[in-house]
């Protein structure tokens, strides 16, 4: 499985960007994406996921100005961001369960529910 993300950048707040992930060789029949983001001096943290089911959470910090969603492709997931602070400066990964749907808590499960993980992608937001 290899997971590659791309779309981060440099932008000013308030400004919007779209990370994509495509997932390759990820073929179990549940499954579950999600997005994860490392802010300096923090814990990875889960930010939103989509599962086989067409389920979708997004973590309680970004919502309202982050959405996850699906491509025409099934293996690609996007996480549009908009309305960014300072504060969603960070590294974003894109993560892949070892064939599981996400479930109800999969954001509160965090790290430990997914088993396949991107390299990430830097997003900086100037103020």
């Known amino acids: 499985v290899q997971l590659v993300e791309s779309g981060g950048g440099s932008v000013q707040s308030g400004g919007s960007l779209r990370l994509s992930c495509v997932a390759s060789?990820?073929?179990?029949?549940?499954?579950?994406l999600g997005w994860f983001r490392q802010t300096p001096g923090h814990a990875r943290e889960a930010v939103a996921a989509f599962g086989s089911d067409g389920s979708s959470t997004v973590a309680d910090s970004v919502k309202g100005r982050f959405t996850i969603s699906q491509g025409s492709a099934t293996n690609t997931l996007y996480l549009q961001m908009d309305n960014l602070e300072p504060e969603d400066t960070g590294m974003y990964y894109c993560?892949?369960?070892?064939?599981?749907?996400?479930?109800?808590?999969?954001?509160?499960?965090?790290?430990?529910?997914?088993?396949?993980w991107g390299h990430g992608t830097q997003v900086t937001v100037s103020s």
């Open positions: 060789r990820y073929t179990y029949s549940s499954w579950c």
């Open positions: 993560a892949a369960s070892r064939g599981r749907n996400c479930g109800p808590y999969i954001l509160r499960v965090g790290e430990s529910g997914f088993g396949y």
